[in-house]
């Protein structure tokens, strides 16, 4: 006999870790004790030396599968405690405090066998779940984590139900959602006027959708409205109702299997579709131009169906549906039943509703497969409110985020929790939806933040949220520039430290000298930075108008590369606006670049929503290995990209009769070329050699894979993000990094 010490850090905790412990101990007869500790749990067992070498070796691969266990401490020892049994110590404020929230998980495979097996007693029923699936973050109202704190606590459990939960053997075992036909949640179909229709409700809806109708179908997080995809039609009409012209919908198909019908999927791709977070994967589409009545671009969102009622509504009915998140424009995701029905009026033509509440809100996660991980447009559903682990401890804080895809982080400890996608914050349901969302995880965390990080710019509601929070509850708040913020996101997405080499390109930023920013290339660390790159000044005629009419900007461009500008009908107006200073701000930001060219090219002159005009140039691009010549023009030490030449040549190929896909793909392959003579720049300067990338403008899939290769051609090492988004959602993360070190 022996005693071993054993320290597992990782994200151990509200995972269903210490049931797992519990089982593994009767398995190999073990007795001792387990607590949580600040960084995982500790574990003193007793037993043979062989069962408790076995017992660590299983860890790993027995786990459960939400558990990161990223380090195991084992120390041996002759002196025996004695213990009589296996205890779980607990103390009161431990049960409160450092507890991890599961986010919610997809349905697993046994439950899924269980709700096709017509002698199982929960045959077809669409709540089904377990300690390994079903909703956890979106029901949870308060911690500690258990049932009467969730919306399932106005259904009490059953007896068999009850027996389950107790039963250390069972699948159940202290899985809080559990439930069945007898005790649980119910499905209800409502027609169009929200009035209760008989029979059932799942058949119901299917045969809405079936005929062409579109259904609104309450989902985890929040509701989906649905519709076949096979009939341009239908989805016109979606369009059309929900006021969203342009803007690709999300699909779910019935397996990974259907999808590679449509979309090239790779293994890596499939394995993240069935993962148990089930986020929406874009897939390149098999022929470009396809289905361009639910994606106008070269990809697709797919995700595969996560809850029981999405397996029951596609039956053997459908192998493909529109799946978009039930909103109006702008406004959050609705997950109430009473405002769904008062709001989608005249939007669905019925409602597949249940009476069990969704307490959070938590959209759909969306991403692409990069390097066989994970690469955020958006990290919701799925994901959140998993925190992502830091290099160091960085106590309580909050950082604010952005404003248009607005997001905060709360940290505490090793430990920084992203919130979900929250959205617009110029939209006051999204407002308050945000400073209800911050209050909700300061208190399922219990973080009391003393320090507060926000944006540089002043007019972002975040920005004012955050200055009102630190004069009234008096804590220091620190204003951080934005694509620094991109920067030291990206370092903390990859634990790095010390000083690094950023390009930082998005639309736009608050710059330190009052205009618009965009291209940047920054060099520095946590606490301070400098600017060394950036490029030439764009004037943006009629102000915050070019984000939609980026003809704007191609007239712009025209007119200082010395190119005839004809071609606009405003021309003269536009003219008498920039030789007078009239509403003509000027941005370096590279989002404006994209849209210009974009424009030139005839792709997109007019833009319906953010990111339109690149995204389109994106998928127009030819394979093409061209370039136009690149030049700098150096201003307080700052080079500057003189994209003059460049616009030249563009006006030039486009006379010669030269595509546009061509052009758009040397237009990008000169981008990367500029991108890697400013970071050669910048090494001379500081003999810094890593490059981290961030900021909107790189969800370009194509510059995604040239440029971190011609970087690390010349010998860069190069860094993208992995847990966060690259766009405004992951900022908080850098903003509260930058805090913790400016006030240290
Ligand atoms: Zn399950
Ligand atoms: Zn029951
Ligand atoms: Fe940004």
């Not at 979606?238 to 790779?266: G, H, I, N, Y």
């Not at 011609?710 to 959602?729: T, Y």
């Amino acid at each position: 006999m022996e005693r071993v010490l054993i320290h597992i850090h990782g994200i151990v905790q509200g995972v269903g870790f210490r049931p797992f412990i519990h089982k593994q101990v009767l398995h190999y007869e073990l007795r001792g004790t387990i607590k949580n500790t600040s960084s995982g749990v500790e574990l003193e067992l007793e037993g043979e030396r062989p069962e408790l070498e076995r017992f660590i070796a299983d860890l790993p691969e027995k786990a459960p599968k939400l558990a990161v266990i990223e380090r195991v401490e084992a120390d041996f020892s002759p002196e025996l405690r004695g213990f009589p049994d296996f205890q779980i110590l607990t103390s009161k404020t431990e049960a409160q405090r450092n507890t991890l929230i599961s986010p919610d998980i997809g349905i697993c495979e046994d439950c899924l066998r269980e709700l096709f097996n017509p002698k199982d007693r929960r045959y077809r029923y669409p709540f089904i779940n377990c300690t390994n699936c079903g909703p956890r973050f979106t029901i949870i109202k308060d911690v500690p984590y258990d049932r009467a704190k969730t919306s399932m606590s106005s259904f009490p459990m059953c007896p068999d139900c009850d027996r389950e939960y107790h039963d250390i053997e069972n699948r159940r075992y202290h899985a809080q959602p559990d439930c069945c036909p007898i005790c649980g949640p119910h499905v209800f179909y409502l027609d169009a006027e929200g009035r209760p229709v008989e029979g059932d409700a799942i058949e119901l809806a299917r045969a809405a959708i079936r005929d062409g109708k579109i259904v609104a179908v309450k989902g985890l997080g929040g509701m989906h409205l649905s519709c076949r995809c096979d009939d341009a039609e239908i989805t016109k009409t979606l369009r059309r109702r929900k006021q969203r012209d342009e803007k690709p919908f999300a699909v779910m198909c019935r397996d990974a299997e259907t999808a590679k019908k449509f979309c090239f999927v790779s293994a890596e791709e499939e394995k993240l579709l069935n993962s148990f977070r089930r986020p929406i994967v874009l897939l390149k589409k098999r022929e470009r131009g396809a289905l361009g009545h639910l994606s106008e671009n070269g990809f697709l969102g797919v995700m595969l169906p996560y809850t029981p009622l999405h397996y029951l509504l596609f039956g053997d009915d459908f192998d493909m549906l529109v799946m978009t998140s039930a909103n109006l424009s702008d406004t959050p995701i609705m997950y109430c039943n009473d405002e769904a029905a008062e709001k989608l009026h005249g939007i669905a033509d019925g409602f597949l509703l249940h009476n069990r509440d969704i307490q959070t809100r938590c959209d759909d996660s969306l991403c692409w497969c990069l390097g066989g991980g994970e690469y955020f447009a958006r990290r919701s559903r799925g994901y959140v409110p998993f925190p992502v682990s830091t290099h160091e401890d960085l106590g309580m804080a909050l950082a604010c985020g952005a404003e248009q895809k607005a997001s905060f982080c709360l940290s505490k400890g090793n430990y920084v929790f992203p919130s979900q996608h929250i959205g617009d914050l110029k939209n006051i349901e999204t407002y308050e939806n945000y400073t209800q969302q911050i209050r909700h995880f300061e208190r399922l965390f219990d973080i009391r933040p003393t320090v507060l990080a926000c944006d540089l710019h002043p007019d972002y509601l975040s920005t004012a949220y955050a200055s009102e929070r630190s004069e009234a509850e008096g804590i220091p708040l620190v204003r951080v520039q934005h694509h620094h913020a991109h920067m030291a996101a990206c370092m903390a997405d990859n634990a790095l430290t010390g000083e690094v080499i950023g390009l930082v390109w998005d639309g736009v930023g608050f710059g330190t000298d009052g205009t618009s920013w965009g291209g940047e290339c920054l060099v520095g660390g946590y606490r301070a930075f400098r600017r060394l790159g950036s490029i030439r000044p764009i004037p943006l005629v009629g102000g915050d108008l070019v984000t939609k009419e980026s003809s704007r900007v191609a007239w712009a461009l025209l007119r200082a590369a010395g190119e005839s500008t004809r071609r606009f009908r405003d021309s003269a107006a536009w003219d008498f606006m920039l030789s007078n200073g009239l509403n003509c701000p000027l941005s370096s930001g590279m989002g404006r670049l994209f849209d210009g060219v974009s424009a030139l090219l005839g792709i997109k002159e007019r833009c319906s929503y953010e990111g339109q005009g690149a995204v389109l140039l994106e998928a127009a691009a030819a394979e093409d290995e061209g370039v136009y010549p690149v030049s700098f023009e150096e201003e307080d030490g700052v080079a500057r990209f003189d994209w003059r030449g460049m616009i030249r040549r563009i006006v030039k190929e486009q006379s010669d009769g030269v595509e546009s896909g061509v052009i758009a793909a040397r237009f990008m392959n000169t981008l990367v070329d500029m991108a890697v003579s400013q970071c050669l720049y910048a090494r001379d300067v500081s003999g810094l050699s890593r490059v981290v990338l961030s900021g909107g403008s790189f969800q370009n899939l194509y510059m995604m894979r040239r440029l971190p290769a011609a970087l690390e051609k010349e010998g860069f090492a190069v860094c993208r993000h992995r847990r966060v988004s690259p766009n405004d959602e992951g900022l908080s993360l850098g903003q509260l990094m930058i805090a913790k070190a400016k006030l240290q």
